[in-house]
């Protein structure tokens, strides 16, 4: 007789994590999720949750940890891509733009998870983010576009581009993900707002304060 098929290692973890993601696709906020809800979108019994989470926040959690792996492949992209520091602004939010339109659900628990009620997921997702901000300033070191800011002003310059992404986030998920003509004004728009930033950052004296 034929041995009854196992999970294999993870396999539940994956569909539980994949299934609170798909809910959030079809317009569901993380937040309001509950157990059951999720195990019953990912097809396992309730009590298998447990084995792999010990609340929807430890999901949650998990998910953040997921995300900042998203990030951070980003920016290797981006690395990779720029071979010229003046195409550096193109080619990042080209690439944001490409993860945010493959990886839908896992930027829109982003957006949701900035703006929730977990504090706990808050907060890990603010973390991912200040680590995306601090890889963007060594890179900018590297390149050496930024050599007359002070390591603060540095740091203030890399919160403000990851904040003005985060809030274009916001206008992509609220076009359709095929609407080539309106995903590629938001592209544009955001390339253009971060520009201005570098221009502004160019120009800055932090010893006069302007």
Known sequence: MAEKQRRKPGETRAKLMDAALTLVGKGRHFASLGIREVTRQAGVVPTSFYRHFRNMDDLGLQL????????????????????????????????FI????????????????????????????????????????NDLRRLRLVDHLSDADLDITCDLVVRSVAFSLT???????????????????????LQLIFVGAAHWDGKSGI
Do not use: C, P, W
Not at 74 to 89: C, P, S, T, Y
Not at 171 to 193: A, C, M, P
């Open 98 to 137: 490409s993860h945010a339109q493959s990886n839908r659900n896992f930027f829109m628990f982003m957006a949701q998870g900035l703006a929730g009620e977990s504090r706990a997921v808050q907060e890990g997702i603010r973390s991912e983010m200040r680590f995306f901000a601090s890889e963007l300033g």
């Open 171 to 193: 206008d992509l998920l609220g076009v359709s993900g095929d609407d080539d003509y309106q995903v590629e004004q938001i592209r544009k728009r955001t390339t253009r707002f």
């Open 64 to 95: 953040v940890d997921e995300l900042g792996l998203v990030l951070r492949r980003m920016m290797r992209e981006a690395r990779g891509n720029v071979l010229q520091a003046d195409k550096l602004i193109e080619e990042s939010v080209a690439i």
